[in-house]
T-cell receptor
């Protein structure tokens, strides 16, 4: 089945700096790649997603890039703010299924 | 408001005492799923359901049961809970099909089995 690897597991940046989280996937048939943000005491919330027919997608300070050849995708957060501190999960879904396979998460800390 | 509602939010129980965690969604989603979240292990799928009366095992189904008698509800049943089932549980739902968007998650149920 699909295997999603996520790095780093923890990331600390200063307010205003950029943060990058990277994921790789194993199933070349995967075609949907969402990113979730989980704040303390809450369920994961979808923040951005990308489909395999697109190489990059941006939403204000958040962007996701996808390299299908290398089978990896990344989350970029620019001008980080303390409220960006949370655990971020990447996921991938195969064209042949419905289940999302999640990475193990990245704990991002933005210090003032 | 479109949401996935889980109950209870917190539960402490004793080994062997049957319990049910409820999950309900108001978005007419076909697909529903249960995950458990443990430190260092991320989100692992327990069971999922493609539609009413259609359920299947995920990656870690041992010790759990589910049912899908109605489209909106997908309860998780622990018939004889054990301490290794102490975890944070999430229910999620989405539209089925490859064109479907990502999941909507509930707020979670923190279960402690003593």
């Amino acid at each position: 089945g699909e295997n999603v690897e996520q790095h780093p597991s923890t990331l600390s940046v200063q307010e205003g700096d950029s943060a990058v989280i990277k994921c790789t996937y194993s199933d070349s048939a995967s075609n949907y790649f969402p990113w979730y943000k989980q704040e303390l005491g809450k369920g994961p919330q979808l923040i951005i997603d990308i489909r395999s027919n697109v190489g990059e997608k941006k939403d204000q300070r958040i962007a996701v890039t996808l390299n299908k050849t290398a089978k990896h995708f990344s989350l970029h957060i620019t001008e980080t703010q303390p409220e960006d501190s949370a655990v971020y999960f990447c996921a991938a879904r195969s064209n042949s299924g419905y289940a999302l396979n999640f990475g193990k998460g990245t704990s991002l800390l933005v210090t003032p | 408001e479109a949401q996935v509602t889980q109950n209870p939010r917190y539960l402490i129980t004793v080994t062997g005492k049957k319990l049910t965690v409820t999950c309900s969604q108001n978005m007419n989603h076909e697909y529903m799923s249960w995950y458990r979240q443990d430190p260092g292990l991320g989100l692992r799928q327990i069971y999922y359901s493609m539609n009413v009366e259609v359920t299947d095992k995920g990656d870690v189904p041992e010790g759990y049961k589910v049912s899908r008698k109605e489209k909106r509800n997908f309860p998780l049943i622990l018939e004889s809970p054990s301490p290794n089932q102490t975890s944070l549980y999430f229910c999620a739902s989405s539209f089925a099909g490859t064109g479907g968007a990502g999941y909507t998650f509930g707020s979670g149920t923190r279960l402690t089995v003593v």
